[in-house]
């Protein structure tokens, strides 16, 4: 039987279980991530594979508009319940974060924490001009990025994936050249 055609809760890991308690150890990340991409109040924020909600969470609660997108259903119910008990308006989208389902520009910020596989160039793809994308990911250092080098095949898909000491990238999607929006330096 093809994934496609399987039951969510045959294919969805995340249905297993209940594995909240990683949400309590990642939250800081997620905090921070969503400090440093300087989320604010009004501006529209795409949390891909968003799992229960922490980087959703954080955004929201800096008064963005925040739309989480993650293939686990199981996860967005988890998030959906922590949105509820936040009171917290999150758009949840179930869907496969290397096909984003959004227009190009759609967003003023795309993040990403601690998720399987990026695809960088579809988060360029929906993020306005002068927009943020951010990424948390495991280093490569200690016994997580151990676990992650170990459980997770390389990636043949062109995604981001940062498995050395110390591998930050932080960078501001700039105009293309056609973009009538370009704004000119200097």
């Known amino acids: 039987m093809h994934a496609d055609q399987a039951k969510p809760e045959e294919t969805d890991f995340f249905a297993a279980g209940d594995y909240s308690f990683w949400s309590r150890i990642l939250e800081p990340a997620s905090q921070s991530l969503v400090e440093a991409a300087r989320v604010g109040a009004g501006g529209r924020v795409l949390d ?27 996860q967005i119910e988890r998030g ?37 596989e990026m695809r960088v160039m579809e988060m360029l793809r929906v993020v306005r001009s002068r927009g943020v ?43 293309a050249p056609s973009d009538p929006r370009k704004v000119r330096d200097g």
């Open 80 to 116: 959906r319940h922590r949105a509820r008990m936040e009171s917290s308006q999150i758009a949840w989208v179930r869907a496969d974060g290397r096909r984003l389902p959004f227009a190009d520009s759609s967003f003023d910020g795309c993040l990403d924490s601690f998720g399987e």
């Open 48 to 74: 891909v594979a968003a799992g229960d909600g922490n980087t959703a969470l954080a955004a929201s609660r800096r008064g963005a508009i925040v739309t989480a997108l993650d293939p686990s259903q199981a």
């Open 133 to 175: 994308v951010g990424i948390a990911q495991w280093t490569g250092e200690g016994f997580f990025g151990a676990v992650s080098r170990r459980v997770s095949p390389r990636s043949r898909s062109g995604g981001f994936r940062p498995h050395q000491p110390g591998a930050v990238r932080r960078e501001r999607r700039r105009p």
